[in-house]
Every structure is written in structure tokens, then in C-alpha cells.
């Protein structure tokens, strides 16, 4: 069955960066697309960005200048980094499979607060 | 960036009674219409996508409607397993943006 899980450190300091990594199983990296998505506390999610299937990405323009997205399709892992984090970057994580029609499987989030 | 703007923010309604909840879009997005389920603590859940096509396993009283700027999902027959936050997301152009959610709860 399709399953994608998130991993990283729940604490990041502000200015530092954030690495996160998106284990998937149950579909291949080079048939569908997984986006990153990210959602504080209370409030709706925003689409942070794409690693397509063909190996090439999108970003949130908002996001862009502090954001990558890599992968290992030999390993089945999707990589988020993002620089100068602030504290309002704190929220859940969440990579989705992205069939490009809606994110038809979430993982299960990891919690990233930022603070010293 | 398109904005998509739902309504009601919150909505308490009674077990077997129909909901609607609305989205309305800062321009066209052309039926690139997503809505989803959250229960609180959990991961959100796709319910539809085309604006109107029910995605697998969702049970047959959702249903979404709507074009152009304006969609809805609706809600047949209340059950206590729907008490949730729903949100719309549309994929018409980047970035990909959502609502800011409706609050279901039972009256």
C-alpha cells in the first residue's frame, strides 16, 4: 500500500536550516510526483513545492529563495531544505504522493518548531 | 497568488442534515479543484478533486460542485464521523493555494 513518511528534527534554532526526508513506499518516485506541504498550527496549509517525476521541481515563489527539494529514487526519498528559518516557520511538514489532480496520500507530518 | 476564500468559517449542524460549504476563487481556476477532510490530530484527507470527481473509498454523500471562481462541497446526511475542518485547495496555477478551512461540528 501507498505509505509516505516524514523524518527530521523536531527543534531547529532561528537562522539555521531544516532537513527533512520523505521515505515513500508502494509507488515509484519516477511515476508520480510529491509535494511538500506545510501547515501551522490552527491555520491552512500551504503548498511549499514539487519534486516531479521526471526529476524536475516547482517552488512557492514565496518560499523559493530559502527552498530545495532533491531525491534519491534509489533509496525512495523525496529531500526538503529550507534556510533562515524564522519562527514563523514553525508548523506540521507533510509530503504528499501528487498525482497532480489534489495530494491523494499525506504522510503523517513531523512537527518543526522553531526556537531558541 | 490565487486566493481562495471559504465560507462558512464555522458551521454546527445536526446528525442526518445536509451541509454545504463554499470556495471562491480570486480568478478562474477552471474545475482544478480539490477539497479535503482534517480530523483533528491527523494528516488531511482527500475527499474530491476535479471539482466534482469523488476520490476512492470516500463515502457517496460528498459531493462537489461548482466552476469558474465558484465551488462547493456538500455533505448528505450528517454523520458523527464527519466532524472535521474542511479545506479547498486549487492546482489551476502556482503556487497551489488554499482555503483557510471550515470548522464542522455538531449541534
Known amino acids: 500500500q501507498v505509505q509516505l513518511k516524514e523524518s527530521g528534527p523536531g527543534l531547529v534554532q532561528p537562522s539555521e536550516t531544516l532537513s527533512l526526508t520523505c521515505t515513500v513506499s508502494?509507488?515509484?518516485?519516477?511515476?508520480?510526483?510529491v509535494s511538500w506541504v506545510r501547515q501551522p498550527s490552527g491555520k491552512g496549509p500551504e503548498w511549499m513545492g514539487r519534486?516531479?517525476?521526471?526529476?524536475?521541481?516547482a517552488y512557492n515563489s514565496a518560499l523559493k529563495s530559502r527552498l530545495s527539494i532533491s531525491r534519491d529514487t534509489s533509496k525512495n526519498q523525496v529531500f526538503l531544505k529550507m534556510n533562515s528559518l524564522q519562527t514563523d516557520d514553525t508548523g506540521t511538514y507533510y509530503c504528499?504522493?501528487?498525482?497532480?489532480?489534489?495530494?491523494?496520500?499525506w504522510g503523517q507530518g513531523v512537527m518543526v518548531t522553531v526556537s531558541s | 497568488d490565487i486566493r481562495m476564500t471559504q465560507s462558512p468559517a464555522s458551521l454546527s449542524a445536526s446528525l442526518g442534515e445536509t451541509v454545504n460549504i463554499e470556495c471562491l476563487a480570486s480568478?478562474?481556476?477552471?474545475?482544478?479543484l480539490a477539497w479535503y477532510q482534517q480530523k483533528p490530530g491527523k494528516s488531511p484527507q482527500l475527499l474530491i478533486y476535479?471539482?466534482?470527481s469523488l476520490q476512492n473509498g470516500v463515502p457517496s454523500r460528498f459531493s462537489g460542485s461548482g466552476s469558474g471562481t465558484q465551488y462547493s462541497l456538500k455533505i448528505n446526511s450528517l454523520q458523527s464521523e464527519d466532524v472535521a475542518t474542511y479545506f479547498c485547495?486549487?492546482?489551476?496555477?502556482?503556487?497551489?493555494?488554499f482555503g483557510a478551512g471550515t470548522k464542522l461540528e455538531l449541534k
Open positions: 504528499t504522493r501528487d498525482p497532480l489532480l489534489g495530494f491523494d496520500y
Open positions: 508502494g509507488f515509484s518516485l519516477t511515476s508520480y510526483s
Open positions: 519534486m516531479w517525476y521526471d526529476g524536475d521541481t
Open positions: 480568478e478562474d481556476i477552471y474545475s482544478d
Open positions: 476535479n471539482a466534482n
Open positions: 485547495q486549487q492546482y489551476n496555477n502556482y503556487p497551489y493555494t
